[in-house]
């Protein structure tokens, strides 16, 4: 018997949570086909528009991908778990360790576009550095990939004045990455704030992360501090929302 909860629903949102509880349950595993248009037309009685909708729900919420000419499949990628607080920890690139192993455990995240190079600051950046608008600043771009998907771009802005000369411009930072690098200029970083927002993807980060349609995506802003308050780096992150998960722990005290 049909609940009223239920009745109300769209019929596109309870043929999707028939296909979610049928993933849940193991009938559709990772990598499987589901059901195409055809198939969902027949089987609940309804028109094109309603099956598109229905599988689009699950492409938004990550949990299966279109594959042009082929259907809809069961997503086989793990979400990456992004441990906030305890890939920043000075233990972790003070040792030589970049911070995204922090989330990758035994994965391996490649970078496979890198663009490093000294440009004028816009407004928001030289306000986040604490620097005039148009001064030069280092800013090193960055396409991350991780089972063959594209996961995360970011780009980090640095003061010329600080960084200008060292390995911090160039592709290769070295071990530890750029916070170890500014720790041996004298500009160790002591704190750091995030700013974190969820938003559609403009045409261009949804083709640079191969996003499907209607997927949105992570903001993170984060500044990077010197003793002193001092502003050494501003670090524009973007994620899949489907290919992450945020993880905060700390203690109350």
């Known amino acids: 018997?049909?609940?009223?909860?239920?009745?109300?629903?769209?019929?596109?949102?309870?043929?999707?949570?028939?296909?979610?509880?049928?993933?849940?349950?193991?009938?559709?595993?990772?990598?499987?086909?589901?059901?195409?248009?055809?198939?969902?037309?027949?089987?609940?009685?309804?028109?094109?528009?309603?099956?598109?909708?229905?599988?689009?729900?699950?492409?938004?919420?990550?949990?299966?991908?279109?594959?042009?000419?082929?259907?809809?499949?069961?997503?086989?990628?793990?979400?990456?778990?992004?441990?906030?607080?305890?890939?920043?920890?000075?233990?972790?690139?003070?040792?030589?360790?970049?911070?995204?192993?922090?989330?990758?455990?035994?994965?391996?995240?490649?970078?496979?576009?890198?663009?490093?190079?000294?440009?004028?600051?816009?407004?928001?950046?030289?306000?986040?550095?604490?620097?005039?608008?148009?001064?030069?600043?280092?800013?090193?771009?960055?396409?991350?990939?991780?089972?063959?998907?594209?996961v995360l771009t970011a780009t980090s802005y640095l003061p010329s004045t600080l960084v200008a000369d060292s390995a911090i411009t160039q592709a290769d930072p070295g071990p530890g990455g750029i916070y170890a690098r500014l720790t041996e200029l004298g500009y160790e970083p002591v704190h750091f704030r995030e700013e974190i927002r969820c938003r559609m993807p403009s045409a261009d980060e949804a083709e640079r992360l191969s996003l499907s349609l209607g997927t949105p995506v992570i903001q993170i802003i984060r500044t990077a501090f010197a003793e002193g308050g001092r502003p050494v780096e501003v670090n524009d992150m973007t994620l899949d929302s489907a290919s992450y998960v945020l993880e905060y722990d700390f203690d109350a005290r």
């Open 1 to 150: 018997m049909t609940s009223q909860g239920s009745a109300r629903q769209p019929k596109y949102q309870r043929i999707a949570d028939a296909l979610k509880a049928a993933i849940r349950s193991g009938e559709y595993g990772p990598g499987d086909r589901l059901p195409g248009e055809n198939d969902l037309m027949a089987t609940y009685d309804v028109a094109r528009m309603t099956a598109r909708q229905a599988l689009g729900v699950l492409q938004n919420e990550g949990l299966v991908e279109a594959r042009k000419g082929a259907g809809v499949f069961v997503r086989a990628f793990k979400p990456l778990r992004r441990r906030g607080i305890e890939r920043l920890a000075q233990e972790q690139w003070g040792s030589g360790r970049s911070i995204w192993s922090a989330d990758t455990e035994d994965r391996e995240l490649l970078v496979d576009q890198i663009d490093v190079r000294e440009q004028q600051a816009d407004d928001r950046i030289a306000e986040a550095l604490g620097i005039a608008a148009g001064e030069r600043v280092w800013a090193r771009s960055r396409r991350f990939v991780l089972d063959g998907k594209p």
